[in-house]
Every structure is written in C-alpha cells, then in structure tokens.
C-alpha cells in the first residue's frame, strides 16, 4: 500500500514504505475538533480521543496531518467506531495509546515518529501501537462481538431520560420564547455530523423555493455561512462555532445544564449578544428539534445529525438517548435529508455521456439517410463540403 505524507510545510510527498519514518511538528489538543482548526498540513496531530469517531477521523484527514499520536486508545473495544480506518484508508499513519505524556509535549516541538515509538530531539518520549488495516480490522471484529452490552446501557440510558424529561418531551414544558418567527415555516436544522456538506449543497434548490428557517447548532451555523447564507437560530452550548457567526445577527440560544449552568453562555455576551437560555438534558440538536416542534413548524428537514446506533454511540455520551426520543416526539414533522447526496450521486462518467450523445447522433443520421429527403441532405452538405475544402486548398495552396 502507497501511503501520502505532508512534510512539515505544505507539500506532500509518497513514501513506498508506510512503516518508515515520519517527522514533523507536534500541534497537541485534548480537544479534536477544536484542534483540527488550527492543524495545518504536515503537522503531527497529537490526540486524546478515545474510539476515535467517523467525523473526527474525516476532519483529520481534510487537515492533511503527518501523522497522527493518540495517547489514548483509538479502538477500546466498547463498540466498532470507523475513525482509525478512515485515516488508515487516507494514507495517514495512526500510533496508538502512547499515554498521557504526549500531551504535555510542547506546540511546534519536532517529533520523529518509527513505528510505535515517539521521539522529540533525539529522545524518546513515548511508545505506542502503530496500527495498520489488519490490527484495525481484528479490534473491530472483537467490538462487534460486545455491542449487545452498548444496547443494554443504551435502553437504560434512554428509560432514564424518559422518566427526567417526560414534561418537556411530552408537553413541551420548559421551551423558551423566541422572537424568531418558526409557525407554519419549514426549518432546515445543520449539524455538523456526516456528509453535512454534501447534503446541504444538495439542498440548495430546496432553499431557494422554500426559504426555510435556518438553524445552525453549534458549527453548523459555519456550515451554513461557508454556503452562503446566514443563519436565522444558532442553538448549542456555543463550543465548536465562530465569533463570526454568533455576531452575524443570528438570534442565540444557549444549551444549559439542568441546574442552569451554561458555559457557552459567557463567551455569547462577551460578544454583545442577548441570548435565550434553554435548560435541558440531552443534545443541542435535540433541543433544536424540540424547539421548531414547540414554535409550530410545518416541516422539519434535518442535516448531519445522528441517527443510527453507532452514530449514537460515536457521540460517547448518554444523552445520545435523547435523540431518539426526540425523533419519537417530532414524528412527522422530521425528514432526515443525510446521505440524500449519495442517493443522487451521478454514476454515469463524462466519457460514458459522451458515447452516448455519439451514438444518439449516429442513430439520427442513420435513420436520416435511410430516406429520400435524408439522403438529398447529405448530398447538399456533401457538396458543402467540398466546396469548403476547394476554398482552403486555393487559400493555402497559393
């Protein structure tokens, strides 16, 4: 297998051999989706993320890292997460379970990387598991076998949230006023979760012709702006969305805690916006939904959002529970527009359109020269031609 390198700059070079050496500087985050912000393409991505998820493996490999050190293990065996087979299948070398001590490394420092063992200016300062197609494949296989204990834990986790949010589920209690108007309007909600882009560029037409309510939750108010709109509700706990868009004229609401406690809800008035809180257990996207649901929207249209049980679980939280819940007191209103650019996705290549157009033309033309008035048109283009033909030959002949 060819394995792509960036090297520390901004080019990539290949390298025949995908066990040997890789340097680079080290940009360390506990965070991954913050850190993938920052990364630029040769640096060596040094993680804490357990069962390393889909979306955090697809934001890893559009940074382009050199490498990727993940003091914790990418595969715990809890249930069969895709993140390492992603960067493995993109070329991008993945160490595995290096410990704590990679994470006090220092930003920039030059690492040099062979197989399993981490080195900082000629000392080592960890040793790991590089993990190739064939270890992944035999973890996931073994997680597989112990899902049904993430079944159970996830149908108690859901009874859980039933029996605490019964109110709010059932009747509504606890939704804030907004001054956004939602009744009777469709509302396109954006997370940014799988094939998000792709989806929302195949909604566009649908955006244009029904003008729904746009609401971002957390960095799907990005999402919604790198296409050229502008948000009308950003909904999160306000952690993974920019400045710009929180002050882009979007009314905010804060996810709080149930106690009240809201940590995104500082960072929102140190910008000069008003925000409304809304207290709930659970996800933003939940609340998102259970927002447009209360205010009377007509349709609901959700993108990115998580829907399946590894979905759930890549998450890593209990609170996932409330989504499906969620999607149960929605019911009718809610269309999951994930995957919808892969439904259409062209098959058919620019080469095959070609033939094709070439052979509708020959079928035309044959048809044509199988009658009277057919063949006296080719004669008179025949004869066309050659006229043409003689006035370049006198053109250029001299």
């Known amino acids: 297998m060819k394995l792509i390198l960036a090297r520390s700059g901004a080019h990539a070079e290949e390298r025949a051999d995908p066990d040997g050496p890789v340097t ?48 914790a293990a990418s595969i715990t065996g809890r249930y069969p997460n895709t993140g390492p087979g992603i960067l493995l299948e993109a070329g991008i070398p993945l160490v595995d379970d290096l410990g704590p001590a990679v994470m006090a490394l220092a930003e920039r420092t030059p690492l ?21 197609p064939s270890s992944v494949a035999d973890a996931l296989a073994a997680a597989r ?3 049904s204990v993430e079944i159970e834990r996830f149908a108690e986790n859901t009874l859980t949230y ?58 799907g108010a990005d999402a919604i702006l790198d296409e050229g709109w502008k948000p009308d509700l950003i909904v999160g706990d306000m952690d993974s969305v920019s400045d710009a868009a929180l002050a882009g004229g979007a009314e905010i609401v804060v996810h709080a805690y149930r106690d ?46 998580h829907a399946t049980l590894v979905e759930f679980l890549d998450k890593g939280r209990s609170g996932m ?15 999951d527009a994930k995957g919808v650019s892969r439904l259409y996705r062209t098959r058919i290549s620019n080469t ?36 043409l033909w ?8 001299g």
């Open 24 to 71: 680079g500087p080290a940009r360390v985050g506990t965070r991954t989706k913050e850190l993938t912000s920052r990364l630029e393409p040769g640096d060596i991505a040094v993680i804490d993320h357990a069962d390393l998820d889909r979306v955090a493996g697809d934001a890893l490999v559009a940074a382009r890292p050199a490498a990727v050190l993940n003091a």
């Open 112 to 132: 040099e990387i062979v197989g399993g063992q981490v080195s900082a200016r000629g000392e080592v300062v960890a040793k790991g598991t590089r993990q190739t």
């Open 145 to 147: 076998e112990g899902l």
């Open 162 to 219: 039933l029996r605490r949010e019964r109110d709010l589920l059932l009747d509504g209690v606890g939704v804030p006023d907004i001054r956004t108007n939602v009744a009777g309007r469709h509302v396109l909600i954006v997370v940014r979760g799988y094939h998000y882009r792709e989806d929302l560029a195949m909604l566009r037409s649908y955006i244009k012709e029904n003008r729904p309510v746009l609401i971002g939750v957390d960095g």
């Open 260 to 305: 009240g406690k809201a940590p995104g809800l500082e960072r929102v008035r140190s910008l000069g916006v008003d925000p409304v809180v809304f207290p709930a257990t659970g996800t933003s996207e939940d609340i998102a939904m259970l927002l447009a649901d209360d205010k009377g929207a007509e349709l609901i249209v959700a993108v990115g959002t």
């Open 321 to 335: 529970a409330s989504t499906f819940l969620t999607r149960l007191r929605v019911g009718g209103k809610l269309i």
């Open 352 to 387: 095959q359109l070609t033939l094709l157009s070439l052979a509708g033309v020959s079928a035309v033309g044959a048809a044509l020269g199988a009658t009277s008035a057919g063949q006296t048109f080719f004669g008179l283009l025949g004869a066309r031609f050659d006229d």
């Open 390 to 397: 003689s006035f370049m030959g006198r053109l250029f002949g």
